[in-house]
């Protein structure tokens, strides 16, 4: 049975991205926005790749949230439960002298009161150990000017939050600053500026990725960090293709003195892995690399040096190089010896092979 989130706002933006990584990864999900023809688009695309309940509404409406959590309790109940929609209030902002009391209001009941409300409706279809996300903001825990009625929304959510993580010891509660966003809510908050020097929010996404499928205790992470360390590299390894082999492993093993972490010699090629101190040297024969090319390319593609890095999460990790530029030369590969492989180039033509040392039995299709 698949995994279960619910996420409000998926339709574009955070919401979205975050939806399209789960879909990815097989999680069942029930998604809302206010626009029921976006949403319909968002609902299309990710219905390809996993199951999908979506369900237009207004979270300020108890009966569109009730909605949510009846669809989330036909799907078997919940694991994650990510509390994203939210508005900004007037644009431009206004100082809070000028704030109209009336829009106020109607930011909270939006970003405070709702997310709570369906928490208390999500509680009884929470199972054992899920996780509660709800998406806040440095601005509330920053004081900057014009920023006073949706940053004191966000540091209400924060400390609801907060206390709620005290109260549910038996449940994960995150809250998550996802960092600045080129999405349209960040255009509203700044209208007629150009803001597309922000990183989109898949930048944010795995982040939210380590939280939903980490170990880390209930409390606030920022978004990118968290992200940048979860799908830190493990270990950076340079593979070269060598055609005297003899000659450059004894120049190598021998004139430098690295220890030898492994050695083989198949049908298939030889190679010789070494100890560099921060790094490993990898040595392949011709043979071995064209089985190697052959099984995370489907053919020859291999220069004389390649990077190879040991990563937590081949997903997560090739999302964040393709992001920065990378280009894929093969989807991910179960290999023979067990391991999860992507084969990517940089942009400088380098090739670099992702691997993640194999912890699932079902192959990477």
Do not use: C
Not at 21 to 35: N, P, Q, S
Not at 227 to 238: A, L, S, Y
């Amino acid at each position: 049975m698949p995994r279960v989130a619910l996420i409000t706002g998926a339709s574009r933006g955070l919401g979205l991205a975050l939806a399209r990584a789960l879909a990815e990864k097989g999680w069942a999900l029930v998604i809302d926005a206010r626009g029921a023809e976006a949403l319909e688009h968002a609902r299309a695309e990710l219905a390809g790749k996993a199951q999908v309940v979506s369900i237009p509404g207004d979270v300020s409406n108890d009966w569109h949230l009730q909605a949510l959590v009846e669809a989330a309790q036909e799907l078997g109940g919940l694991d994650v439960l990510v509390n994203n929609a939210s508005i900004l209030g007037p644009s431009p902002q206004p100082n809070l002298a000028e704030y109209p009391l009336e829009v106020l209001e109607q930011v909270y009941r939006v970003n405070v009161l709702a997310p709570l409300r369906l928490i208390q409706l999500a509680l009884p279809v929470l199972k054992p150990g899920a996780r509660i996300l709800n998406v806040t903001s440095d601005a509330g825990v920053e004081a900057y000017p014009g920023w006073g009625g949706y940053g004191s929304s966000k540091a209400a959510l924060e400390q609801l939050s907060h206390v709620l993580a005290a109260e549910q010891p038996e449940f994960k509660v995150y809250w998550v600053d996802p960092g600045d966003m080129n999405t349209q809510m960040h255009q509203e908050a700044f209208p007629g500026e150009d803001i597309s020097d922000r990183l989109p929010p898949e930048a944010s996404v795995p982040g939210f990725l380590a939280l939903l499928e980490g170990d880390l205790p209930s409390g606030r992470y920022k978004a990118r960090e968290i992200g940048q360390k979860w799908q830190g590299i493990q270990e950076f390894r340079i593979a070269l293709t060598v055609a005297d082999f003899e000659r450059v492993a004894h120049f190598y093993r021998d004139g430098l003195g690295l220890a030898v972490l492994e050695e083989w010699d198949r049908p298939d090629g030889r190679g010789l892995i070494l100890d560099a101190g921060r790094a490993t040297l990898e040595l392949l024969d011709v043979l071995q690399v064209e089985t190697v090319d052959r099984i995370e390319a489907g053919r020859r593609v291999s220069g004389p040096v390649r990077f190879a890095l040991e990563v937590r999460h081949l997903e997560v990790a090739a999302q964040a190089l393709q992001e920065a530029g990378a280009e894929v030369i093969h989807p991910p590969v179960r290999t023979p010896w067990g391991d999860h492989n992507q084969r990517l180039r940089a942009p400088d033509g380098m090739q670099i092979t992702l691997f993640q040392v194999g912890n699932t039995k079902e192959p990477i299709s």
